[in-house]
Every structure is written in structure tokens, then in C-alpha cells.
């Protein structure tokens, strides 16, 4: 959504409402979205239908946004209307999130797993667990969607369920220590105990690379080609592993890039290869720097240096050549490489002030090839928006 992140929590139902509210906050992907669509003008949808519960998915007509107890609003990408609706606002409960893959969007909450047509909104299928589980967050690709079966404690066993995206069929299962898989082609990622990032065939659960536990990696920020090991927990004594970059084949390590002093929170990769990454004061994360390291040859490009552009929250995306993020209420675009104190054609630029950019309101951004949603996370609010 996409950030991908996995936590080591004291309780698995403390961890499934702080990934509901941290879901998209961190950059996953170096895909800038699909283009604006046929139609689309600047609008804004303060109070119209569900509010989103979790990070809204963009596919070429529709912004598809998760809603509590486990449904899903799809809204039209042109004018931010409401298109279908399935399973929200019946029953009680939280979302976990969303995941689109090919036609069907998935959402996830409570005992149910529920997938959509995305064409019509018609109910595709929906899976329930047992009594006293709960699905976490689902993630979808290459035609499955795959899903944690967690209990209500640290202590009782998670189970990693593969579901084929077309009729919900169960493939396979897996024990796991994890309750946030992460999809990539053929692929589904877990980050067990440890720190260990392990990576299972799609087709069969059969695990098929994992990395060396001597560099943690509980979780990924990845782009194509691209993966890199990170911390996003608040570890003793405030100190955090060295950011890893990884061979996406086998999960091996392959170069150091970064030892930071703060806690990573929220980046992207560009399609040249360079990471843009916040980092903030594990004690104080509303203040906050970007960094933007080559992944190549580990050099870092540019680091801000003032509020203006480093305090504000993690969520960032790239949009058209752009990486985007939020200061100060208003969206900041920057050329990867060259970073907020570039000068001529690749200098930054900002939008004006918007009220769903507030800080107060918690702000996600989602990016349509050269425009962007503006998600507000703490009451009704978005707003689609030509990238600055």
C-alpha cells in the first residue's frame, strides 16, 4: 500500500490495530500508479459514504478503499464518487486492509475475508475462521490472496493461509510467526521471529530463500528488481540495524547502505535506484528527516536539514519522476536524486495548503501517475489533486 512492514508485538491484537493505523505509511513500491484516468478534474469527498479504514488502492478507474467491519468502498478515481460498496458498515469491528490483484479486491476484518469483483462490486467470496481468530492484514498477487490466521495473544500460533484470488479456494497453509505477509509476483514474504525475512512459493507454501539472521530484516521496502532490510521498530537503547539491501531471488545479502541514527519510518525507491527514506526521533516521531541513499553504490545523495521539510508524517510516493511527501499541511515534490535543494527544472515544489494535509489529521497519499489522493485518516476526507 503501499509501506511493508512487519512488528514483534506483545499482543497480536495490539499489533492488528497499530498496522490499521499505520497501514500506507510507508513507501513499498517504485510504480507511480496507473495514469490519470478518461475524466478526471481536481475533487474533494469530505462526507460522502464509509470512511476509509486503512490505506485506499488505485487501479486504472477506481480508488478502492477498505471500510470497517470487513468490506470495501470503491470510488471512481475521476470524480471521487462512490461506484460500489460491498460489506462495509454491516456489523461491528475493525478493518485490517485491502489488496487488489487482477479483478477482485480483498478485504480483511475480524473473522472474515471478503473479495469483491472489482468490475461491478459483486460479492466474490468470503472465508470465515473459527471463533477466537482473526485475519490480519491481506496482501494479494499473481492471482492468490494470502492472509494470517492470528489468536488473540503473542502466544497463540499464527497460520499463513494462501486463498486462489478467482473462487477463495484454500491452497495451502503455513505455521508463521508473523501476522503481515508481503506479495510480490509469485511470491509471499513473511518476517519471522528474529528478524528473518522468509520468502514461500505462491503455488505450494514451500519456502524457497530466506535471509541471514545476522542482518534483521522485519521489513521490506521494495520496488522492482529491489529490495531493501529495515527496522521500523523502536529498538533498546534507540539504536537500529544498518538499512540491508537484499538479492530479491534469495534473500541474501548483498550491501550495507546506511547505519542510522534514527528510526526508519516510511520510504521509496525511484526507478534509478535511489531510496528516499524518513527517519525520526524514536522518542518524538513527529519530528523527523529525508535521506536518499543510491542503491548502487551505498552513497548518500542529500539529507534535509530543516522542519519544513522533514517534520510531517512518513507517508510518501512517487508520482510521475516525482517523490512526494507531506510538511506543514501541504504536499512537497522533490526529484529523487537530486532531493529539496535542487535549483532549475529539478527544483522542489510545493501545492498550497490543504485541510486533509493537516498533521492533525494523520495524512496517507496515494499517486496517480502525475496526480494524488490526499487521505485523511482522523475523520472523513479525500481529495485528488495535480502533483506540485
Not at 347 to 376: I, K, M, N, W
Amino acid at each position: 500500500m503501499g509501506a511493508v512492514r512487519a512488528r514483534r508485538v506483545v499482543s497480536r491484537v495490539a499489533g492488528v490495530l497499530l498496522l490499521v493505523l499505520a497501514a500506507g505509511c510507508g513507501g513499498a513500491s517504485a510504480k507511480a500508479g496507473p495514469g490519470a484516468p478518461a475524466g478526471w478534474r481536481t475533487w474533494a469527498v469530505r462526507a460522502t459514504g464509509p470512511a476509509p479504514a486503512g490505506r485506499c488502492l488505485p487501479t486504472e478507474r477506481l480508488l478502492v478503499c477498505p471500510a470497517a467491519p470487513a468490506g470495501v468502498v470503491a470510488r471512481s478515481a475521476s470524480t471521487g464518487e462512490v461506484v460500489w460498496s460491498v460489506g462495509a458498515g454491516k456489523g461491528r469491528g475493525r478493518n485490517t486492509g485491502a489488496a487488489v490483484d487482477g479483478d477482485r479486491a480483498v478485504s480483511a476484518g475480524g473473522r472474515t475475508l471478503r473479495a469483491a469483483d472489482l468490475a461491478d462490486g459483486r460479492a466474490a467470496w468470503t472465508r470465515t475462521l473459527p471463533a477466537g481468530r482473526a485475519f490480519g492484514p491481506p496482501t494479494a498477487s499473481d492471482g492468490r490472496v494470502y492472509a494470517v490466521a492470528h489468536g488473540p495473544t503473542y502466544t497463540d500460533p499464527q497460520t499463513l493461509l494462501a486463498y486462489r484470488a478467482s473462487d477463495g479456494k484454500l491452497l495451502w497453509q503455513r505455521d508463521t510467526t508473523t501476522i503481515t505477509p508481503f506479495a510480490r509476483g509469485g511470491r509471499v514474504i513473511t518476517f519471522e521471529l528474529g528478524g528473518r525475512a522468509v520468502a514461500r512459493d505462491g503455488r505450494t507454501g514451500e519456502a524457497v530463500a530466506s535471509s541471514d539472521p545476522a542482518h534483521p530484516c522485519p521489513s521490506l521496502i521494495s520496488a522492482p528488481g529491489r529490495l531493501v532490510c529495515t527496522e521500523e521498530r523502536t529498538a533498546a537503547g534507540d539504536t537500529f540495524p544498518p538499512l540491508v539491501r537484499v538479492d530479491p531471488a534469495t534473500l541474501r545479502f548483498t550491501r550495507t547502505l546506511w547505519r542510522p541514527d534514527d528510526k526508519p519510518s516510511g520510504g521509496v525507491i525511484s526507478p534509478d535506484g535511489v531510496l528516499v527514506l524518513r527517519t525520526v526521533n524514536a522518542e518524538d516521531p513527529s519530528t523527523g528527516r529525508w535521506i536518499a541513499l543510491d542503491l548502487t553504490t551505498g552513497k548518500t545523495l542529500w539529507r534535509t536539514g530543516g522542519p519544513e521539510d522533514g517534520d510531517g508524517n512518513d507517508s510518501v510516493v512517487l508520482a510521475g519522476s516525482r517523490a512526494v511527501w507531506i510538511a506543514g499541511g501541504r504536499l512537497v515534490s522533490v526529484d529523487p536524486r537530486e532531493g529539496p535543494y535542487a535549483t532549475g527544472a529539478a527544483a522542489p515544489r510545493r501545492s498550497r495548503a490543504y485541510p486533509e494535509a493537516s498533521d492533525r489529521r494523520s495524512p496517507l497519499l496515494v499517486a496517480y501517475g502525475t496526480h494524488l489522493v490526499v487521505q485523511a485518516r482522523t475523520g472523513p476526507g479525500l481529495r485528488s489533486v495535480t502533483l506540485p
